[in-house]
Nanobody, 124 residues
């Protein structure tokens, strides 16, 4: 299984950015796909996830601004980020879990495959 995140960069506050995570070796109908982020000096935190059912879940801090989606034909999961804020600055990681229980979708320990991360920097 491989996950390859891309799309990070330097943007200004209020701008938009779309992250992509190309996967291989996964069956989208059987996995939960998520995005986490880690700011400098902080723990990795949950951002968004999409279940195999298609249901999505978001951290309160990004709800209404970020949208997670997937393209099964391309084996790719996306994170559309709008109205970016300086506090969104972090390394963003995509992750996949084959046995993520519903009550723990925000728990990074539930995800057993991780991409390498892509840096998003939002300037004020």
């Amino acid at each position: 299984v491989q996950l390859q995140a891309s799309g990070g960069g330097l943007v200004q506050a209020g701008d938009s950015l779309r992250l992509s995570c190309a996967t291989s070796g996964l069956t989208f109908s059987h996995v939960t796909l998520g995005w986490f982020r880690q700011a400098s000096g902080k723990e990795r935190e949950f951002v968004a996830t999409i279940r195999y059912s298609g249901h999505t879940y978001y951290a309160d801090s990004v709800k209404g601004r970020f949208t997670i989606s997937r393209d099964k034909a391309k084996n790719t999961v996306y994170l559309q980020m709008n109205s970016l804020k300086p506090e969104d600055t972090a390394v963003y990681y995509c992750a996949a879990g084959t046995g993520v229980i519903l009550s723990s979708v925000r728990n990074r320990d539930q995800y057993n495959y991780w991409g390498q991360g892509t840096l998003v920097t939002v300037s004020s």
